[in-house]
C-alpha cells in the first residue's frame, strides 16, 4: 500500500498526500524513500504546474518515527537524516511551485517537510514546531537551516532553543504561515491558489522558481543579471507573445 497518495487535480496540478494517518502520519524511512521517489518522478513531467501536499486524517505531519529512531545507532542515525535530507530536496528542487496545506499538526519532521514547500497556509487546527531538543535532538531534515531562511535567525533559534509549539496564528505573525483557513475550507481554498498559478505562463512561474531561488545564493548583482537573463530567454518561445496578445485583447490567455 502506497504511503505517499497521488491526486490528479487537473491542469497540472497533482496533490501528494502523506498517508499514516494511524501513526499520525509520522515520517519513517519507508515513507521518506517513497516521497523522493515520487517527487522524482514528477519533477520530470513537462506537464506538471502546482504540486499540493497535505496529510491523511487530523494531522500533516507530527514528525519523525520516534519508536524507529529509538534504537539507532550513531551511523543508523546518519543514514536516516540523510535519508530525510534527500526528501526534503527532492521537494524544494521540484521545478513548479509546491504548496504545503497543513491540515493539522506540523511538528519536527512535519514542519521540516512544509519549509521545503514554496508557501505554506494552515488550517485553524494547525500546530506548528521543532520539538526534537525536547527529545535530547536537533531538527535532522534541514529545519535548523531553512526556518532561518525563512522567518531570520531571531525567531527561528527562538522555536529551535526551547521546542515550543505554536498555532497557527502564531505562524502566520511569524511568517511561517501566509494566511490561516478554516479547517472545512483550507484545501478548497489551496486549490484556488494552484489554479490561479496552474493558469498562468507554465515557463515563466519555472523559470521565476528557478531565479528566485538561486538569487538567494548570488551576490545581488549577479542575481539581477540572471533576472536579465531569463527575461530574455522566456522571448524564445511562444508563451510571452500568447500572454501579452491575450492581455491586449482582454481576453485570458491560454497556456
Known sequence: MSLIQETELGNGIVQLTVDRPKALNALNEEVLNELTQVTEKLA??????????????????????????????????LDFSAKGHAAMSSVAKLPVPVIAALNGFALGGGLELALSADLIYASEKAKLGLP?????????????????????????????????????QKAKEYGIVLEVFSPDDLLDEVIKIAKTIAAKGPS????????????????????????????????????????????????DPEF
Open 44 to 77: 520530470k513531467r513537462e506537464d506538471l504546474r502546482v504540486v499540493i501536499l497535505t496529510g491523511a486524517g487530523r494531522a500533516f505531519v507530527a514528525g519523525a518515527d520516534i519508536k524507529a529512531m529509538l534504537e539507532m545507532s550513531p551511523e543508523g542515525a
Open 132 to 168: 526534537e531538543v525536547g527529545l535530547g535532538l536537533v531538527p535532522g531534515f534541514g529545519g535548523t537551516q531553512r526556518l532561518s531562511r525563512l522567518v531570520g535567525p531571531h525567531v527561528a533559534r527562538e522555536l529551535v532553543f526551547t521546542g515550543k509549539m505554536i498555532d497557527a
Open 204 to 251: 515563466a512561474v519555472r523559470s521565476a522558481k528557478k531565479v528566485m531561488y538561486a538569487g538567494i545564493e548570488q551576490p545581488l548583482e549577479d542575481a539581477l543579471l540572471s533576472e536579465q537573463r531569463v527575461f530574455q530567454q522566456l522571448f524564445q518561445s511562444e508563451e510571452p507573445r500568447q500572454g501579452m496578445q491575450a492581455h491586449l485583447e482582454r481576453r
